[in-house]
């Protein structure tokens, strides 16, 4: 096929994928020798959409705008902390680009080169870490004061996750996970 009639299968088809992603299933099936059966096209067509691969995450930002408006002055400040901590962790590095999954992940990558993340679980999967967050409780399950290292504090026992005064969820125990396609380690 060529390629305006390739555009044509893909559309008819109603696959994800973009143009150059059955350009490359078709050039690597001519290779085998061999049509793709229309499972593996979807299959393919599955493990390659945006959901599976995050593209739209790895987009690269090279011009960030901030409009004036309520959070300007807060989305300003995240992004100076977020060029900070980029500048520190890929010093001499130019093959990392600014996107949304960097964002995302560049603060569990500051905290474990601060040997803040001891305990980071790390997966098999080179782009996935879950970080368990050990929570010491504040208050009761009544919103009453618990005592700094008392063994209720500790174990949280008879409490439950609640609001406290300043709006902070208090109690219970955290696991947050950020995924980078370059390793948790970038």
């Known amino acids: 096929m060529d390629d305006s009639t390739l555009e044509e299968y893909r559309n008819k088809m109603g696959l994800a994928m973009d143009h150059a992603d059955i350009k490359f299933l078709q050039d690597y099936f001519k290779k085998e020798n061999r049509d793709p059966t229309e499972t593996e096209?979807?299959?393919?067509?599955?493990?390659?959409?945006?959901?599976?691969?995050?593209?739209?995450?790895?987009?690269?930002?090279?011009?960030?705008?901030?409009?004036?408006?309520?959070?300007?002055?807060?989305?300003?400040?995240?992004?100076?902390?977020?060029?900070?901590?980029?500048?520190?962790?890929?010093?001499?590095?130019?093959?990392?680009?600014?996107?949304?999954?960097?964002?995302a992940v560049i603060g569990i990558k500051y905290l474990k080169k601060h040997g803040k993340l001891d305990d980071m679980e790390v997966s098999e999967e080179n782009n996935a870490c879950s970080v368990v967050i050990d929570v010491h409780y504040t208050r009761d399950k009544n919103g009453n004061p618990v005592e700094k290292g008392s063994k209720e504090a500790q174990s949280g026992k008879g409490c439950g996750s609640r609001k406290g005064e300043s709006g902070e969820e208090e109690g219970g125990t955290g696991r947050s996970a950020g995924r980078d396609p370059h390793g948790p380690y970038g």
Not at 51 to 69: N, Q, S, V, W, Y
């Open 41 to 103: 096209i979807r299959v393919l067509d599955t493990y390659w959409s945006d959901h599976c691969r995050h593209t739209t995450f790895l987009t690269e930002l090279k011009d960030i705008k901030i409009e004036e408006g309520p959070y300007s002055k807060l989305f300003e400040k995240s992004l100076k902390n977020y060029t900070q901590m980029r500048t520190e962790m890929y010093v001499g590095r130019n093959d990392k680009p600014v996107t949304l999954m960097d964002m």
